[in-house]
């Protein structure tokens, strides 16, 4: 079965990530020092984030968790869709 086409990056999918993470601490008038202390987050790591997209999951994690977002990280990967009936016969072995 050929690869799907991949129209964006790792990197700009990230990217946009840290800029929906950005709005959602600018919408709540949250600083980067602010969030960075709430999170346990580094500053640097979080200025980091927003400028590049690069971010350990972990901190990601603790990013989503202060700001009340960490269902949207706790729903990732759950309702995967099947890609052909090999997987539903795999799933169930």
Known sequence: MPEALQWETAEEINQKLAMRIRCVRRRRKISQEKLSSMS???FGSLKRFEATGKISLLSLTKLALALGCADEIRQLFTEIPYL??????NESK
């Open 84 to 89: 052909t009936i090999q997987e539903v016969i």
């Open 40 to 42: 346990g987050v580094s």
